[in-house]
C-alpha cells in the first residue's frame, strides 16, 4: 500500500482529521481522533538507520500506538519495527510499502484507534 492510499483509507474508515504540524517536515502526517485530537497515526518519510537498519533508504512508515504485551512479538515481523520516535514500549512503527498483510496492518489501526479513544 502506498502513502497516499493508506491515508485514503484512514480517512474513509475513521472519524479523523489530517494534520501537518511541523513546518520542518512538511510532509510528516499526524492523524487524530477528531473525538479528543489525539493522534492514532503518524506517517513519516524516515531512513532505516532511525528505525535500527544498517541502510540509508528512504522509507514510509506509519507510528501506531500498541497494546505493550504485542510489541515484542510483532517487532520480530518483518517490516515492523520499534516506534521512530516515539515511546516503544506503547508504539511501533510499520513500513506502510513493504507490510504485505494488509489485513493485519488494518487491525494493528483499529487498536491504535481505539487505544487512544477516551476511556
Not at 540509508?56 to 519495527?81: A, F, Q, R
Amino acid at each position: 500500500m502506498n502513502r497516499n492510499n493508506f491515508t485514503n483509507y484512514l480517512q474513509q474508515e475513521y472519524i479523523c482529521d489530517i494534520d501537518y504540524p511541523w513546518e520542518k517536515y512538511s510532509d510528516y502526517v499526524v492523524i487524530r481522533r477528531r473525538d479528543n485530537q489525539k493522534w492514532f497515526a503518524g506517517i513519516f518519510t524516515i531512513t532505516g538507520h532511525q528505525v535500527g537498519l544498517d541502510t540509508n533508504e528512504p522509507m514510509e512508515v506509519v507510528n501506531l500506538k500498541c497494546e505493550p504485551d504485542l510489541i515484542p512479538n510483532l517487532i520480530h515481523e518483518n517490516e515492523i519495527y520499534p516506534a521512530y520516535h516515539m515511546n516503544k514500549q506503547h508504539w511501533i512503527s510499520v513500513d506502510i510499502e513493504k507490510y504485505e498483510d494488509i489485513e493485519k496492518l488494518k487491525m494493528l489501526v483499529d487498536m491504535s484507534y481505539r487505544l487512544v479513544g477516551k476511556k
